[in-house]
């Protein structure tokens, strides 16, 4: 643990464990929701695009900016000292919150996108023709194209494990896919478009007996349920801050020591080296090596606020609440006439993807918008799974902890309204 780090962990509070259940107390803390649009209250079922914040993260932003705000690891005057330890202390809550050996293998990025960027990035310096990546059937694009563009600078081969109709991996096939020359296995740990669980510690136990490295997509994860990479066993796990109720423009890329070690820098610039002459530079060791620049310092302090803010829950009542939630979304919507469930994998997070017989998927957003139903419409920058299952776009509803089954009732009710409408 870096000095700063240590004294902001010595400052911190002592946890006084987890608040009790109160769905109403938990939605007041949410000040977005508590307001109409197109004369209805928010339904905001557009979580897995982006989750809402609570006012601890929007304070703990607006307190930094007022009192804090200094560049990090660049000066010695009181504000640059305060920021440090901020910025530092974010990376150690980062540590803890996900179980990681060292703050050295926790980064600071954008996000899951650029995460997966510099790992594709870095792998394939070393890589050529014929070596193999391996990715899933229902991938985010985000963890295809990088992976397509290395493709076309490295010639490098990508093969893809199938799902079956209910949206769960085929992990009969993976073996074979694992076998020489697969470099990478690359997956999400839970589906953006079909809410699927995939046993990712089952799957990294595999690839690591074929002597291959796994990379997990976190980003839909994090808001459903704490995450262990030391338990998962994943040599890379990356997450978007925005996703799990924090800020924008902050995200982070966890990565095995030994393995970051290995990897090039991925961008150039300030605060990513040891030397630098117009003849050579050496660079520092992860994470700065991967930092290069003025970092979203504000955006990792409101990260850290966010992780304080899930741990001061229950996370058992949380994931009940989430599940039952589900279970009745899936009944309400399977009653609708005409209405298609999208997957119905065992293990899910409580996203429901679905078409009605007659309404394009855009007509329909547009309909429950003037209800005050917040959804997403269109592939789901998720087009090869669209392909799979024949559609070119469904409607997503995604939910949070602070959704209620009042909310799923108006979506039901929305949606027939737009049957009705479009009839």
């Known amino acids: 643990m870096t000095l700063a780090a240590e004294i902001a962990a010595a400052d911190a509070p002592e946890p006084s464990g987890p608040r009790p259940w109160d769905l109403d107390a938990i939605r007041r803390d949410f000040p977005i929701l508590n307001q109409q649009v197109n004369g209805a209250p928010l339904a905001y079922l557009d979580n897995a695009a982006t989750a809402q914040k609570p006012t601890a993260v929007i304070e703990s932003i607006a307190d930094f900016y007022r009192h804090d705000n200094a560049n990090v690891h660049r000066a010695v005057h009181a504000l640059a000292e305060r920021a440090t330890l901020a910025y530092e202390g974010a990376r150690e809550r980062v540590r803890g919150w996900i179980n990681a050996r060292s703050v050295s293998e926790v980064v600071f990025l954008r996000g899951t996108t650029e995460a997966i960027n510099l790992i594709a990035h870095g792998l394939g310096q070393g890589w050529s023709a014929g ?51 697969t470099r990478l296995l690359a997956l999400t740990h839970v589906s953006n478009v079909l809410g699927t669980v995939n046993p990712i510690a089952d799957i990294v136990h595999i690839a690591h007996e074929h002597g291959v490295p796994v990379l997990v997509d976190g980003a839909q994860a994090m808001a459903h349920q704490r995450v262990d990479v030391q338990a998962l066993d994943c040599d890379f796990y990356c997450f978007s801050g925005h996703k799990m109720f924090g800020p924008t423009g902050i995200g982070v890329l966890y990565g095995r020591q030994a393995h970051l070690a290995a990897l090039p820098p991925w961008q150039g610039g300030g605060e990513m080296i040891r030397r630098v002459t117009f003849e050579r530079v050496r660079f520092a060791d992860p994470p700065q090596r991967f930092e290069a620049g003025t970092q979203d310092f504000a955006g990792a302090v409101g990260l850290a606020a966010a992780i304080d803010y899930l741990d001061n829950l229950d996370q058992g009542a949380l994931a009940r609440h989430e599940q039952s939630l589900l279970r009745y979304a899936v009944e309400r919507l399977d009653a609708v006439p005409g209405l298609r469930l999208i997957g119905r994998a065992a293990h899910r997070a409580p996203v ?72």
């Open 131 to 181: 070596d193999r990546v391996v990715l899933t059937q229902m991938e985010h694009h985000a963890n295809i194209v990088p992976w397509q563009l290395l493709r076309e600078r490295a010639g490098i081969d990508i093969a893809v494990l199938p799902i079956n109709d209910a949206g769960e991996l085929d992990l009969a096939g993976l073996p074979r896919l694992l076998a020489p020359p």
């Open 352 to 423: 429901l993807s679905f078409l009605v017989d007659g309404v394009h998927a855009h007509d329909m957003g547009t309909l429950l918008d003037r209800k005050g139903v917040a959804v997403r419409t269109g592939h789901h920058c998720a087009m090869p799974l669209m392909d799979f299952y024949g559609v070119p776009a469904t409607t997503r509803a995604s939910l949070a902890f602070y959704n209620t089954r009042d909310e799923i009732d108006r979506l039901a009710d929305a949606i027939d309204y737009a049957r009705g409408v479009l009839a």
